[in-house]
């Protein structure tokens, strides 16, 4: 791409350029278009026809109360739309219809298409069928075999249900009995109710035990208060008493017992806590109403004592009331006395003996927990055998009753409004013609893109630049090339053609991006054939009408024609000079265009890479650049031949001419990685012999010339030349 030059982006001027592409490849494009509409109509005309029925299929569900659905599975509306589209009821209902055939074959001989659709308590069936008769009857024939496939698949579940039940019920009763067996044996092996019954025989150690303890600290502890406080009178001892019952002794209810020894027994049955009370010691006498009788009679006494003297009657009365009220209290304190101590030394002989028996109960306690884990572990794993047996007797009366009894009512609604295959539904000529032609076309148009960007050669400029990586100088259209068998040289040709050339000259002239020396030029072409001749016979001219002194040599031994196409004699030329047999002034000789002097090649000229080769052309070269504005060598193609890169160290720059859409890009990036290795200063391409004839060249060289020629600018004629030649 020319230099000051940013990257384009798609705008409606590349439209144009894409329908060029179109326009380039339109007979491919229409033929591929043609072809697949072709192939649809013929498609059309054979293919089997196709018919579309939409139905309706209601369906009432009536549970009852003992359900079934989770044993069959089958009464909803969700196994109805499942089972309408399943391979079985497919067939089933082709046979219903007549058509022999099996799930392999039935979208072979009778189906296109099935779609079955759920909403509530309704199915919309789909069916695409080949023959008019099958799809207007497949849906009410679907319902009949639904119905029958229902029944007799709840008789086959049925039947198989009760003889597992009836199976696995005989299994469970034999694991029954085998497993009662197991546990008598276990039993008797183990002596499990003979463990048992002797733990039950001294259960009650543990907590006679406890409770003896506790009747013996209480018991103790009120001997010990009484026997450490002898100076207590008989009221402060029972005042101590009356304390104990009403504050200590509270503590021990729920675990000691009454002091009674008249009826330990008793006292131990009923499990309740008591306390020692001097009402337990006297006989049935209550302890309060004989200390109540002691307080009146002493008071009865010391009111006498004041009123009456010792030998009165009433006083004699008043004081044997009161000793005989003492004596009867001291007498039930020490009966208390008695038999707390006799308590006392029974509960302590009980207390030695439960100890004794704590050990055997012990021992029997871990003996029978031993048993228990054993029985524990012997029947881990068993299985619930009677909740088993019972929940399969519940499932096969619900098998034999609930299934006789429920129902569900499948109907055929019919076809819906303007649903009735009466025409075929495919294939529609019109539709299928339509679209054949729209897929032909982007058929086509992709092919044709696709040539056209996949080629391996180049045809545009834009191309060149992006595939080669140098700039380009400028387009030759076809219209430039041969006529008459030769060069067509810008005197012969008209405006256009000389525009061609000034468009590359002045590129060559104004790129300030090339090296300022652009004196020596040498033109050349990766193969032979591409129009380098013709680009260099033109270019020279055209730098000749712009004022310039110019050298045009005719470097090439093995094709050169320059002589030919500007009239002048073969000889003297290049080879002459090289070979030292004339002067570089002799072999210059005047053409017929102002200012353009011609260096043939001289077919005396022989082994042409070692004349080359030698120091004379160098020499040679220095006193020409002294007598020429510009020189211009025609050589050789660079691949094959090495006369090329031989002549590259003496001149400035290389032209690189490339044949549009002919020459492969490999051998193009070839011939310019050998001029690279040779040093070779590459100043551009020029696209040559650009046929216009194809739609996307002839849109790109008259729309595009601006973009790729921006530094030309086209001025009245005979103001042009004085702009380039100021800028050599």
Request: a neutral charge; aromatic letters at 8%.
């Amino acid at each position: 791409m020319p230099a000051g030059l940013k990257k384009r982006h798609f705008t409606l001027e590349d439209m144009g350029l894409v329908l060029a592409i179109g326009l380039k490849h339109l007979r491919l494009i229409l033929l591929v278009a043609c072809l697949f509409l072709v192939a649809g109509l013929f498609y059309a005309t054979y293919a089997r026809p196709v018919f579309l029925a939409r139905s309706l299929i209601t369906a009432q569900f009536t549970p009852r109360m003992m359900g079934t659905e989770a044993v069959y599975g089958d009464a909803n509306i969700s196994y109805l739309n499942s089972v309408l589209v399943s391979p079985a009821m497919l067939v089933r209902t082709a046979n219903r219809l007549g058509i022999r055939t099996t799930y392999e074959h039935i979208y072979r001989d009778c189906l296109v298409k099935i779609k079955a659709r759920a909403k509530g308590a309704t199915i919309e069936l789909h069916v695409w069928a080949f023959r008019h008769s099958v799809a207007a009857r497949w849906a009410e024939a679907s319902v009949e075999e639904f119905r029958r496939f229902r029944e007799e698949g709840r008789r086959r579940r049925r039947d198989y249900e009760i003889e597992s039940y009836t199976q696995d019920m005989a299994r469970a009763r034999e694991r029954m009995e085998q497993y009662i067996d197991q546990t008598d044996a276990f039993m008797r092996e183990s002596r499990m109710a003979e463990t048992r019954l002797g733990l039950a025989e001294v259960a009650h150690v543990p907590s006679r035990l406890r409770i003896v303890s506790a009747e013996l600290l209480e018991a103790e502890s009120v001997r010990d208060e009484l026997k450490s406080n002898p100076e207590w009178s008989m009221v402060e001892k029972f005042a101590f008493l009356q304390k104990r019952t009403s504050t200590d002794s509270a503590t021990l209810i729920g675990r000691t017992t009454v002091l009674n020894p008249a009826d330990p027994g008793a006292a131990n049955a009923a499990g309740r806590a008591l306390v020692i009370t001097p009402a337990s010691v006297s006989g049935g006498d209550d302890w309060q109403t004989l200390l109540t009788q002691r307080t009146a009679a002493e008071k009865k006494f010391e009111m006498a004592k004041e009123t009456y003297l010792p030998r009165h009657r009433i006083y004699k009365a008043a004081d044997q009331e009161y000793r005989s009220a003492t004596d009867a209290l001291e007498s039930a304190y020490a009966a208390f006395e008695n038999r707390l101590l006799f308590r006392i030394e029974y509960l302590a002989n009980e207390r030695e003996s439960k100890s004794k028996l704590l050990s055997v109960y012990e021992e029997r306690k871990r003996a029978s927990d031993q048993l228990t884990r054993d029985f524990d572990l012997f029947n881990t794993g068993k299985l619930n055998l009677r909740a088993a047996y019972t929940r399969m007797a519940e499932r096969m009366e619900v098998l034999d009753f609930g299934g006789k009894h429920e129902t569900m009512n499948v109907e055929f609604g019919g076809h819906e409004l303007l649903s009735r295959p009466e025409r075929p539904r495919s294939p529609n000529r019109a539709k299928l013609a339509t679209f054949a032609l729209m897929v032909g076309l982007a058929v086509g148009v992709g092919a044709a893109f696709g040539m056209e960007y996949l080629t391996h050669t180049i045809s545009l400029l834009e191309q060149a630049e992006e595939h080669l990586g140098i700039p380009g100088l400028g387009v030759i259209p076809e219209l430039a090339g041969r006529k008459g068998g030769g060069p067509v040289l810008l005197t012969e040709g008209d405006h256009s053609q000389r525009e061609v050339f000034r468009v590359i000259r002045t590129n060559l002239l104004l790129d300030q991006s090339l090296p300022e020396d652009r004196k020596v030029i040498l033109v050349t072409s990766a193969m032979p054939k591409e129009g380098k001749s013709m680009t260099a016979g033109n270019l020279a001219v055209s730098f000749a009408q712009l004022g310039q002194k110019v050298l045009l040599i005719d470097a090439d031994f093995h094709q050169g024609r320059q002589h030919r196409t500007f009239g002048v004699p073969s000889s003297p030329g290049l080879g002459g000079v090289l070979e030292g047999e004339v002067a570089c002034e002799q072999a210059c000789q005047p053409s017929s265009v102002p200012n353009l002097d011609v260096m043939a090649k001289d077919r005396k000229g022989r082994n042409v890479p070692e004349l080359l080769s030698r120091a004379v052309f160098g020499e040679a070269m220095q006193e020409l650049r002294a007598r020429y504005d510009r020189i211009i060598i025609d050589s050789p193609p660079v691949l094959g031949l090495s006369e090329t890169c031989v002549l590259t160290p003496h001149v400035d720059g290389v032209v690189f001419i490339l044949w549009s859409s002919h020459t492969p890009v490999s051998q193009l990036q070839a011939a310019l990685k050998m001029l690279a290795s040779n040093g070779a200063q590459v100043f551009g391409c020029v696209v040559n012999r650009l046929d216009l004839g194809v739609a996307t060249n002839y849109y790109y060289y008259y729309y595009y010339s601006d973009y790729y020629y921006h530094s030309y600018h086209r001025l009245p004629e005979g103001q042009e030349e004085s702009v380039e030649a100021t800028s050599v």
